[in-house]
């Protein structure tokens, strides 16, 4: 089995800075990529930033300039520092794989739990 483990998350104010971490484990072969995604009441699940194995990284545009992911793909790690937070990015983020259990396999997408982020003064 195939298990994404999120940390790091909590309440924090405004301007403040969180760095959660995502760990992938169990039979993997190959990840392609990783990725942050968030969810706030009411609304629909929606990409933060991605980045895949060969380090090539995507952001929403409500993130450029504050927030970076970052990736250890021998770890099967990724993280996303997120700098200059505002009330807006509270949300739970979740972290999302792209991966292959065997060589064999298809590709195949797998979600962690989710962790929770508060941004309030």
């Known amino acids: 089995q195939v298990q994404l483990v999120e940390s790091g998350g909590g309440l924090v104010q405004p301007g403040e800075s969180l760095r959660l971490s995502c760990a992938a484990s169990g039979n993997i072969f190959r990840i392609y990529s990783m990725g942050w995604y968030r969810q706030a009441p009411g609304k629909q699940r929606d990409l933060v930033a991605t980045?895949?194995?060969?380090?090539?990284?995507n952001y929403a545009d409500s993130v450029k300039g504050r927030f970076t992911i970052s990736r250890d793909n021998a770890k099967h790690t990724a993280v996303l520092q997120m700098n200059s937070l505002k009330s807006e990015d509270t949300a739970v983020y979740y972290c999302?794989?792209?991966?292959?259990?065997?060589?064999?396999?298809?590709?195949?997408?797998?979600w962690g739990q989710g962790t929770q982020v508060t941004v309030s003064s």
């Open positions: 999302n794989a792209d991966l292959k259990v065997i060589p064999e396999g298809e590709w195949a997408d797998y």
């Open positions: 980045i895949t194995h060969a380090g090539t990284t």
